[in-house]
DNA sequence: ATAGGGTTAG
């Protein structure tokens, strides 16, 4: 279409007819699209001999043309040399190479064209410093965020509920949801109208960070407060549910707009199919793409990006690969982010090739990958205990332009940790405060967790005191860390300190909370402690899942046989979906207990079911064939506790086996929705 | 705003 379009320009000159000046810059940001360079200076040179005069329109398409290609030099002199041509550089143009400079992580350097346009007489409106403010607020620097707000009231421009909008889920993006509250405080006593932007960030921040009551109640108010429209109140409380986990609710309040005749819009469907995905009902997202299709919504980056992250983290990689494939063919909006998501996946499954495979296909199409993307290969790689690998790419990315966030430190801060590399670790906090960066509590949580597990708990007291100083409120990451780390210690003194300082700092234990200290019961052979942790999380209202069912059934194998008889009964009451460490945890005990012949047994049939095995069963079954070949049989299959082991992996290969059969997504079904 | 980093089970 493009090259048409060129074709017919040139028959133009040609035969002497002068082009619209807003026909070509339609042609120059299709050129600059496809990253066509030579035809847009081409073009470019046609335009000043032959006319149409570029205008402001013409020289911004450009601009923002060769900032998205990342060619922010270009643009840079593009925007000093047209004043020549009789064009003055204006808000527009300086706004766009602004943002442009901090999406790249050049914060200082945006602040300079700030201050450029200032002196050359051009005055930076409310979106000049909105960019910045977003900007500082994603270095984590909200302090002075916080205080270009006050500095534009000072020069009497008015703040808007934009910015407000901006700094607000700043804060909430740095988990001091009740700074978030201030400020919405504060912007409603200037009477500034908060819109359904400032709930969505509030009720999302309240049910992710916040507290669940806070949430609540704010959408109650909300109700009563007639600020905003039904149906905006409509998707903020499907967004709001989702993040409390309340996914029926979400779905009902969707069905009924629906009776009602209203239509929900893209942000409700894409709350409700991303809240799917994440919650491993991956088919339940792409039921509700189809609804969202059959009342013929556009399908915006998000729906693509969650659909696959449904996909992806159940490890339907191919499945995943060929919808991308099909959205891309389709015309529907694939970015970064898309790719970024199938990154994790391959990572998740521990398909290195795979990951890299993908990484390598998106910057072939011409997506770059961002600071997140990077993070994201970067966190994948250190996991996979290559940090070497890892570095080299965080200085890749700094060569590229793209400077490294808090993402990037936090991912390759992980990494070092992991390894027990903890004094590098801490080179690289002390780095990012050097390139202006703000540890924030997640750079908090991971070097905490690196003392926990490879040093001493006194080191990681001492973190979390540091995380004071910093300013930081310790969220219940935080506190689950800690807690962790006294139970591995078996410090119980500690450990209750640190729950009833948890409880006064307003946290209330979560599902994470119970399964650490059922943990560290099981481990410590306190089965009767454990059984009662779980009575406590029952009625506290928390729902217990996989991890606190293999946690126990771990507890269970090793306990003496009456009770571990008695607990497992009451196990199988709840219903527990079993995964590849439930298999993990009976195939080991099958060894443990002197049956490696029964573990391979196992392993066979659980392989002509095609169950998914991972690097750990692997390591379990070369273990079994080390204790047949060594000998290492004593168990008799007919003891009560062998006879247990085999009821329980009997029971977790028949769901398996009929979870198989269960009416998988028809390949086709994508085609057929859109 | 709704998608992508930190805590828990082998």
Redesign the pocket.
Known sequence: MGTRALGILCRMRDVGAVPSSSAMTTLFEFLLRVGDYGSVWKMFRDMIREGPCPSNYTFNAMILGFCRKGHLRTAESLLNVMGKYKCNPDVCGYNILINANCIRGWTSSALGWVQLMIERGCTPSILTFNIIVNALCSEGNVVEARKVLNEIQEIGLSPNVAIY??LI?GHV?A?DVGQANMLYEEMRSKGIIPD??TF??LV??HF??GRKEDGDRLLRELLVMDLLPDH?LC??SV?GL??AGRLDEAMEILENMLEKGMRP???????VI??Y??AGLEEDAYKVFKLMMKFSLTP???????LL?GLSRKGRLEEAREHLYKMMHKGLPI????F??LL?GYFRKGDLAGAKDIWNEMQCRGIY?????F??FI?GLS?AGLIEEAYDLFLEMSDKGLMP???V???LI?GFC?LGRINEAQKLRREMKQNGLVP???????II?GFC?HATMKSAFDAFMDMHCAGLVP????Y??LI?GYCEAFDMVKVNQFMNNMYANGWEP???????RI?GFC?SRKMNRAVMMLDELLSAGVVP???????MI?GVCKDILDRAMIITAKLLKMAFIP???????LL??FCKQGMPRRALMWCQKLSEISFE?????YKIMDQAYRNIHEDIEFSKATSGKSLLLEFLMYITYDYFSRSRHKQEMNPESFELIV
């Open positions: 909008n901006t889920n993006k988990r359904a932007v969505n960030i999302a921040g992710k960070f905006s998707d903020i967004a989702c993040w819009s893209v942000v409700a469907y894409n709350s991303a809240a995905s994440r915006s980056s998000s729906t693509c990006s969650s992250m970015n970064k982010v898309a970024t998501v994790e990958p961002d600071a997140v993307a993070s994201a966190n996991k966030n808090n993402f430190y936090n991912s992980a992991n924030d509590i997640f750079t908090f949580n991971i967790n597990k969220d219940i990451v935080t689950n860390t962790g979560d599902i994470t909370t119970y399964n650490i943990h481990s899942d996989t991890v606190t069912y293999n946690t771990n995964n590849v460490i439930t298999t993990n945890v080991s005990h095995f991972d690097q750990v069963s």
